[in-house]
């Protein structure tokens, strides 16, 4: 079936609600290493929720995005499990180290570590592996997630003004407030660059529907107890490593239950996030509070003077001075491109040993290449390839090697 023209029978008002509820639902950013591609429109196969268990009301693709975008459920409770498995090999602590100096978090800027409990490297240990959340929320001013380790625990907690991270096993505290440096609140606090739920992950799903996407219903199920509708979003281009993204959507509230995207070359998910409990009634209000334990180091935002600002990378951290990166290609062939301005192919020293140990990761299991761009490396996950040529040009996105190799070609 062709497209749904996205402006057919609707009036301009109409239209804007559904862009303003768009936009609404796109509130998180998850990293290039994860989903790869944003878009701008709209365009939908209609199939219908014909098959499955339970039997509900039969709805169209496009209805069942609007669905997702009018959303508001503002309280709510649940267990979520996230499994993430990218095939990257065991790299025996080192995509810990260099996921923190990308993100700027603690250790990041030099020779201050700074607090176990900053969210921003804590929560960077979803990207990878099983893991098991405990989630809360009760309007914009109150919410709780919990990350489950062996016998520590993790919580980042926003509560009004304030925002607690507490990591159980270091007994450490890291404070922050609403207060943005313009004075005015910060609407983000405490939302995360590292996607945590279903929401999360398909709200960037969705930025990611144009004209080179399906997106069909693909039956029902029944996920933590509660009926919800399948939705489909597959890639129409060839070249893409995305086979297929799966959002099981809530029959009721059009909250997201399930999030799970297999690769194109087949078996078990890349990343599969889901509830196994979930409740949509107002939690305890004690739920939000929290007091330092007694002993526990406690560390203020503004004490940490070389932390980075928000959405920066820290000073020598790997991720400094990418204002250059680009994006060639649409939909999901997007490739983000990037000249580092140096030869030499796989970086292999650094005075902190951050690159060395990069250089050593990505020559482990790369393959070389030639083309008209030259020679270079490519190494490989399950769904995001990167291309490094010998002259120090970087081609990345979730596309083949034979996309990237493309790619570099006509750069020349």
Same mark, same amino acid.
């Given at each position: 079936m062709a497209p749904i023209d996205s402006d057919d029978n609707r009036t301009a008002g109409e239209g804007e609600e559904l862009r303003a509820g768009r936009r609404k639902a796109a509130r998180y950013v998850v990293p290039v290493a994860v989903m790869g591609v944003a878009a701008a429109t709209i365009g939908l196969v209609p199939a219908l929720a014909d098959s499955g268990d339970p039997d509900l009301p039969k709805v169209t693709a496009e209805q069942l995005i609007e669905k997702i975008a009018k959303s508001d459920v503002q309280q709510m409770s649940g267990t979520v499990r996230i499994n993430t498995d990218l095939g990257l090999p065991d790299l025996g602590g080192l995509e810990s180290g260099l996921m923190s100096g990308m993100s700027g978090g603690p250790g990041a800027g030099g020779d201050d570590e700074g607090s176990a409990a900053d969210p921003s490297a804590k929560l960077t240990e979803l990207v990878s592996g099983s893991h098991t959340l405990r989630v809360a929320a009760d309007g914009p001013d109150r919410q709780k997630l919990s990350l489950l380790e062996n016998a520590a625990e993790y919580s980042l907690i926003h509560n009004g003004d304030d925002v607690w991270g507490y990591d159980s096993e270091s007994n450490e505290v890291y404070h922050s407030t609403t207060s943005g440096r313009d004075g005015r609140p910060e609407k983000d606090v405490p939302e995360k660059d590292v996607p945590a739920t279903p929401k999360d992950f398909a709200d960037q799903a969705l930025k990611a529907v144009d004209d080179t996407t399906s997106v069909t219903v693909g039956g029902t199920a029944q996920v933590a107890g509660r009926d919800a509708y399948?939705?489909?979003?597959?890639?129409?281009?060839?070249?893409?490593?995305?086979?297929?993204?799966?959002?099981?959507?809530?029959?009721?509230?059009?909250?997201?239950?399930?999030?799970?995207?297999?690769?194109?070359? =087949?078996?078990?998910?890349?990343?599969?996030?889901?509830?196994?409990?979930?409740?949509?009634?107002?939690?305890?209000?004690?739920?939000?509070?929290?007091?330092?334990?007694?002993?526990?180091?406690?560390?203020?935002?503004?004490?940490?003077?070389?932390?980075?600002?928000?959405?920066?990378?820290?000073? =020598?951290?790997?991720?400094?001075?990418?204002?250059?990166?680009?994006?060639?290609?649409?939909?999901?062939?997007?490739?983000?491109?990037?000249?580092?301005?140096?030869?030499?192919?796989?970086?292999?020293?650094?005075?902190?040993?951050?690159?060395?140990?990069?250089?050593?990761?990505?020559?482990?299991? =790369?393959?070389?290449?030639?083309?008209?761009?030259?020679?270079?490396?490519?190494?490989?996950?399950?769904?995001?390839?990167?291309?490094?040529?010998d002259d120090g040009k970087i081609y990345a996105g979730a596309v083949t090697k034979d996309a990237l190799v493309k790619a570099a070609d006509a750069a020349q």
């Open positions: 399948r939705l489909v979003v597959e890639p129409k281009q060839d070249g893409s490593t995305v086979g297929a993204i799966t959002v099981a959507v809530d029959a009721e509230t059009g909250t997201p239950l399930k999030f799970t995207l297999t690769p194109a070359s =087949g078996g078990a998910a890349v990343v599969d996030v889901g509830f196994t409990e979930v409740s949509f009634a107002k939690p305890d209000a004690s739920t939000f509070d929290f007091t330092p334990p007694e002993g526990a180091k406690v560390t203020e935002a503004d004490e940490s003077t070389k932390a980075p600002e928000h959405g920066r990378p820290a000073e =020598g951290g790997l991720a400094e001075g990418l204002d250059g990166l680009e994006v060639v290609g649409e939909g999901w062939n997007a490739i983000a491109t990037f000249d580092t301005g140096a030869g030499g192919g796989l970086p292999t020293a650094s005075p902190d040993g951050d690159l060395g140990a990069l250089g050593g990761f990505l020559g482990s299991f =790369g393959d070389q290449v030639k083309g008209d761009f030259g020679s270079g490396t490519v190494f490989k996950t399950r769904l995001v390839n990167a291309l490094i040529t």
